[in-house]
């Protein structure tokens, strides 16, 4: 490596650029790379290239303004779980009728939010909620537009926490309820039946399930034309993996055209929810050494971003290469690589060979994805900032988080 660029997959960020970042806006922080981000839509949306189509980011990856604004301006839609990504859309200046709204909680008052902006899609996970929705959007006077979340039963080979279309998944509506239920929804008079949905499962780094799981789509998809139940889009999911460590997920191209290949002569059109894939490589968490501590068997670097900044390790024991912003030469030792949080879980990386020093800085790389997004207060610690980098210049995205503010709310209520 190139002791002054560092470099995964299509993240490109020069070394002497995380040292003026870390000394600027102090550490922890997360640096966004405004290329890669950029790069991995296009590779998205070129795959899809002369059909109809729409890249709804599942923004639960990375929901920071600046992030949803930049792919906004691609021309990506969203896909929300909640009101409160639905309102960060609208302050990022996102389109809300490009909005597909996913979640198996959806409250009266979110629906009526969405009903109010106008969104593209609710894809509704159950029968309770068709009748919620469709009685909703009666009292506001408006039709809702809706696709049933089917679950095909395909396993996704992943991770169990993160899988999410096997029919004991709380996801979706089993495959031999679909026809009954979007019967159901035609006959609701508040509700428009505009297509069908299916995720199956996150960090998939095969095309055969996604494959397997349109099959599926598709026997449903002709048995509903066959009643005359036309569908105007089918939203296939998000779920492609990222290379953490080793995995070979396969290039986007490759897994949409293995889509494609099935969707032929079909005129529908396709929305894909890809989260991690858009943002997952295009991201790394900055921290530094604050302590080397030898131990009696293990050795420690104990750095200054812990498991409520990335919670990926401790939540999956997922793997994320570390790497020193400026490498010596030297063969290194064997590291716990752990925060400061008072939790065993607290670790970032086990056994990493490095040569550290207290003060090195090291880049957590494979961070955009399910970083920033999952982090939290634990221990009273304010999330990190957020910093894209652009060219030659970097931007603060997200201010480090006041210490007061992790207090604020409570200071306004009366004491006792
Ligand atoms: C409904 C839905 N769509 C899209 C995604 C995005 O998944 P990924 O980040 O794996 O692309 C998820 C998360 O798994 C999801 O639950
Ligand atoms: N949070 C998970 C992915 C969950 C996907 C949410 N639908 C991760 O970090 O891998």
Redesign the pocket.
């Known amino acids: 490596m190139n002791p002054l660029s560092l470099q995964h997959n299509h993240l490109h960020i020069e070394s002497a650029d995380l040292v003026a970042i870390a000394d600027t806006y102090a550490t922890p922080c997360y640096v966004y790379s405004h290329t890669a981000l950029t790069q991995a839509f296009q590779a998205f949306d070129q795959a899809l290239h002369g059909r109809n189509h729409l890249i709804c980011y599942?923004m639960?990856?990375n929901s920071n303004l600046a992030i949803l604004r930049l792919f906004a301006s691609l021309g990506a839609g969203f896909?929300i779980?909640s009101g409160g990504e639905l309102q960060r859309v609208l302050a990022a200046g996102g389109d809300p009728g490009k909005v597909v709204f996913?979640?198996v909680g959806k409250t009266t008052a979110e629906m009526r939010l969405a009903l109010d902006c106008g969104i593209l899609c609710f894809?509704v996970e159950s029968e309770a909620e068709l009748h919620r929705l469709n009685e909703t959007a009666g009292q506001m006077g408006k039709i809702a537009p809706v696709s049933l979340?089917v679950n095909p039963d395909v396993d996704a080979n992943t991770h169990p926490y993160?899988s999410?279309g096997l029919k004991g998944s709380k996801?979706g509506v089993a495959h031999e309820d679909a026809l009954r239920l979007y019967r159901l929804a035609a006959s609701l008079p508040h509700l428009k039946i505009e297509g069908i949905?299916c995720?199956i499962?996150?960090?998939?780094t095969e095309t055969r399930p996604f494959a397997d799981a349109l099959d599926r789509v598709l026997t449903l998809v002709d048995a509903l034309e066959a009643e005359g139940i036309v569908l105007h889009h089918l939203d296939l999911?998000?779920?492609?993996?990222i290379r953490y460590q080793d995995e070979t997920p396969p290039p986007v191209a490759e897994y949409i055209s293995a889509l494609l290949v099935k969707l032929q002569g079909r005129a529908h059109t396709i929305l894909l929810?890809?989260?991690?894939?858009?943002v997952?490589n295009g991201g790394l968490l900055l921290t530094r050494v604050e302590y080397i501590k030898r131990g009696t068997e293990k050795n420690f670097a104990i750095v200054d971003a812990a498991m409520n900044d990335l919670m990926r390790p401790a939540l999956y024991d997922a793997h994320h290469d570390i790497v020193p912003v400026v490498p010596r030469a030297g063969n290194g030792e064997v590291y716990e690589i752990v925060g400061p949080v008072c939790e065993s879980g607290d670790f970032l990386g086990h056994e990493r060979r490095l040569d550290l020093r207290q003060g090195d800085l090291l880049a957590i790389l494979s961070a955009g994805?399910?970083g920033m997004s999952m982090s939290s207060n634990y221990n009273t610690r304010a999330r990190a900032a957020e910093v894209m980098v652009r060219g030659q210049d970097s931007f603060l995205i997200r201010e480090r988080e006041p210490i007061e503010h992790l207090f604020a709310l409570e200071h306004t209520l009366p004491r006792l």
């Open positions: 599942a639960k990856a896909d779980v996913s979640g894809n979340r993160i999410t996801f949905d995720h499962g996150s960090q998939l999911g998000g779920g492609l993996g929810e890809p989260g991690r894939a858009l997952g994805a399910y």
